[in-house]
């Protein structure tokens, strides 16, 4: 049974920097990218990053670049979000999630593209 499980998620300030974590188990992900979602209320879930199988590859939303890290950690099946300069637009359910496959030309950034979905864990920025 595939599980992904998010954590570090909480109230912080506007400016403030959070470091989400997922840590995967059930099967092996070495060779899968992971990715990044977040859902508001009332809006459509959003990509945020997606990193590829040994970390040297990564992608991210535009509402996100240059404030957002995604790493990998292949040892411990733990992927890494640091979020830095939060905003008030952060604020969301962030969902780690993975694909069916692992064999991919660009790194996927539709929802569709992914299967196995964590919980999520809330973060919400105050201003």
């Known amino acids: 049974q595939v599980q992904l499980v998010e954590s570090g998620g909480g109230l912080v300030q506007a400016g403030g920097s959070l470091r989400l974590s997922c840590e995967a188990s059930?099967?092996?992900?070495?060779?899968?990218?992971i990715g990044w979602f977040r859902q508001s209320p009332g809006k459509e879930r959003e990509f945020v990053a997606a990193?590829?199988?040994?970390?040297?590859?990564?992608i991210y939303g535009d509402s996100v670049k240059g404030r957002f890290t995604i790493s990998r950690d292949q040892a411990n099946n733990t992927v890494y979000l640091q979020m830095n300069s939060l905003k008030p637009e952060d604020t969301a359910v962030y969902y780690c999630?993975?694909?069916?496959?692992?064999?991919?030309?660009?790194?996927?950034?539709?929802?569709?593209?992914?299967?196995?979905w964590g919980q999520g864990t809330q973060v919400t920025v105050s201003s």
């Open positions: 999630t993975v694909p069916q496959n692992f064999a991919y030309l660009n790194l996927p950034v539709r929802e569709e593209d992914y299967t196995y």
């Open positions: 059930g099967r092996h992900f070495n060779y899968h990218p």
């Open positions: 990193v590829n199988w040994n970390g040297a590859s990564t």
